[in-house]
């Protein structure tokens, strides 16, 4: 059965940081993608950062050396390191990978940047 249960979100001012951990079970974690996405209030879920088993990554110019995606291996978990956190980034934020055909997220993790 594959799951993915993120978590780390939470309230935070402007320029500061938190990062996000996704769980996962049920996928081959070593060679899967491994995405983060995005939804603000009243917009259409975005792509924010990917990186494959390999460990290349991609990420969206509005994060591009202030977010980092990353992997570890002894609980299958990647993780998004929010740094100088803007109130643009404010958004809930799922973890996503694709496996047997289709996709897989996570439930989300509100992200509020806020002064």
């Known amino acids: 059965q594959v799951r993915l249960v993120e978590s780390g979100g939470g309230l935070v001012q402007p320029g500061g940081s938190l990062r996000l951990p996704c769980t996962t079970s049920?996928?081959?974690?070593?060679?899967?993608?491994m995405a983060w996405y995005r939804q603000a209030p009243g917009k259409e879920r975005e792509f924010v950062a990917n990186?494959?088993?390999?460990?290349?990554?991609n990420y969206i110019d509005s994060v591009k050396g202030r977010f980092t995606i990353s992997r570890a291996y002894p609980r299958n978990t990647a993780y998004l390191q929010l740094n100088s956190l803007k109130p643009e980034d404010t958004a809930v934020y799922y973890c996503?990978?694709?496996?047997?055909?289709?996709?897989?997220w996570g439930q989300g993790t509100q992200v509020t940047v806020s002064s």
């Open positions: 996503q990978t694709r496996y047997f055909g289709r996709d897989w």
């Open positions: 049920g996928v081959n974690f070593k060679i899967n993608t």
């Open positions: 990186i494959s088993g390999s460990g290349i990554t």
